[in-house]
């Protein structure tokens, strides 16, 4: 890919020159992390070790990894169900102190995630409480020419777009303009993906579906050099 980027940005035989391998390199883990993101293509499921009289949690210091929580259930396989903030203050006004068996949680921010009830102090003490945790997470980073990623085939060309596109980022002016329909042709493909990642975690019941872009208006993208203190235009007959 990282080959591709560079031929279609008219490198040449000779290799990278203006456009650095590692800078191309770079922009292509970039691109792997934003379809990541926006899909939440990639899943896995794990065992999570709750500390006892805890409520709130930094999930990525458990889970490197971590995108967005996708199900929690408890190792007898009862849901853990997702609430908001007033929910769980509406239910128990006391609920960040509130000890027992956890039955709902609250995803707040990027890795931020709250527990209802904490899990109690164990009598005699003992590592807290365990749950299991799917969760979309981030892709592997690309670093070696062997080294492919790891959602589909068919979208790795949406790569080398992307990629174009964040080289021709820095130059500005009339040559970034060009480059829009680059991460255009991106975020199609990723809008392509999150629909069917999105119907599979329907079908598995999932708490968190991938990202609603389909009713992002690309077309109302600034192009470098608008007056961005002049409105757009309104629609025909308004």
Same mark, same amino acid.
């Given at each position: 890919?990282?080959?591709?980027?560079?031929?279609?940005?008219?490198?040449?035989?000779?290799?990278?020159?203006? %456009?650095?391998?590692?800078?191309?390199?770079?922009? /292509?883990?970039?691109?792997?992390?934003?379809? #990541?993101?926006?899909?939440?293509?990639?899943?896995?499921?794990?065992?999570?070790?709750?500390?006892?009289? !805890?409520?709130?949690? +930094?999930?990525?210091? %458990?889970? @490197?990894?971590?995108?967005? &929580?996708?199900?929690?259930?408890?190792?007898?396989?009862?849901?853990? *169900?997702?609430?908001?903030?007033?929910?769980?203050?509406?239910?128990?006004?006391?609920?960040?102190?509130?000890?027992?068996?956890?039955?709902?949680? #609250?995803?707040?921010?990027?890795?931020? /995630?709250?527990?209802?009830?904490? &899990? @109690?102090?164990?009598?005699?003490?003992? !590592?807290?409480?365990?749950?299991?945790?799917?969760?979309?997470?981030?892709?592997?980073?690309?670093?070696?020419?062997?080294?492919?990623?790891?959602?589909?085939?068919? %979208? +790795?060309?949406?790569?080398?777009?992307?990629?174009?596109?964040?080289? *021709?980022?820095?130059?500005?002016?009339?040559?970034?303009?060009?480059?829009?329909?680059?991460?255009?042709?991106?975020?199609?493909?990723?809008? +392509?993906?999150?629909?069917?990642?999105?119907?599979?975690?329907?079908?598995?019941?999932?708490?968190?579906?991938?990202?609603?872009?389909?009713?992002?208006?690309?077309?109302?993208?600034?192009? &470098?050099?608008?007056? *961005?203190? !002049?409105?757009?235009?309104? @629609?025909?007959?308004?």
């Amino acid at each position: 890919m990282a080959g591709r980027v560079s031929a279609r940005l008219a490198e040449g035989n000779s290799g990278p020159v203006y %456009y650095p391998r590692a800078e191309i390199v770079a922009a /292509l883990n970039e691109a792997n992390r934003f379809f #990541c993101l926006l899909t939440l293509g990639l899943e896995t499921t794990a065992v999570w070790s709750v500390p006892s009289a !805890t409520t709130f949690f +930094h999930m990525l210091s %458990y889970f @490197p990894d971590w995108i967005a &929580p996708l199900r929690i259930t408890t190792v007898s396989g009862a849901k853990v *169900r997702p609430a908001r903030l007033n929910e769980l203050t509406a239910l128990d006004s006391g609920w960040m102190g509130s000890p027992g068996s956890p039955t709902r949680y #609250c995803a707040m921010g990027a890795d931020f /995630l709250a527990l209802y009830p904490q &899990p @109690p102090v164990p009598t005699p003490p003992a !590592t807290g409480t365990t749950l299991n945790v799917t969760y979309a997470r981030a892709p592997l980073t690309l670093a070696n020419d062997s080294d492919e990623p790891e959602t589909p085939a068919e %979208y +790795h060309p949406k790569y080398v777009d992307y990629g174009i596109y964040r080289m *021709r980022q820095g130059e500005g002016s009339q040559e970034f303009a060009k480059a829009l329909g680059y991460l255009d042709s991106f975020f199609e493909g990723a809008q +392509h993906y999150a629909a069917y990642v999105r119907a599979r975690n329907l079908g598995s019941r999932y708490d968190k579906t991938p990202f609603e872009i389909e009713s992002f208006d690309r077309s109302g993208m600034r192009k &470098p050099g608008q007056d *961005r203190s !002049t409105p757009a235009a309104a @629609p025909e007959g308004e």
